[in-house]
């Protein structure tokens, strides 16, 4: 069985992020090659929403991590994670939506974002909750709140 994921502010949201992620991919898998259309949205959708969780994750959270301790390596794995998923999606865009590798490419996406996820919900955002003091989980909930309106 899964672990329920660690879901308190300020991780709360982003663990939203994730699951909306996720099931973008899971209707992409469920298009099939002559969706071009589908494809094309879907995937416009996926890339906007990956850029943004991304983008708040990289400018608020993992500067805090990477200067303590405890998260500093696994901040800097999961800069490199989100790396790896930029680079598959770059890919996936310019492949063509019939070519039979595009849905094998889209699941090794899957399988890397489902890996970088659990960390992070699994370990990461607990471990960043127990070293971070109050007054940086908050200063970072607000600037997630900021930057979503
Ligand atoms: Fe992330």
Known sequence: MQKQPFAQPPFASLVEDHKKVKGIIEQLLATSATAKKTRQD????LKKELESHETLEEKLLYPALKQQKPTHDMALEA???HHVVDVLLDEL???DFQDEAWKA???????NL???IREEEEQLFPKAAKTLDEGQ???IEQGIEQARR
Do not use: A
């Open 42 to 45: 879907l995937l416009g959708t």
């Open 79 to 81: 800069y490199q994670e």
């Open 93 to 95: 865009e310019s492949l």
């Open 105 to 111: 490419k889209l699941r090794v996406l899957q399988e």
């Open 114 to 116: 489902l890996h970088h």
């Open 137 to 139: 989980l908050n200063h």
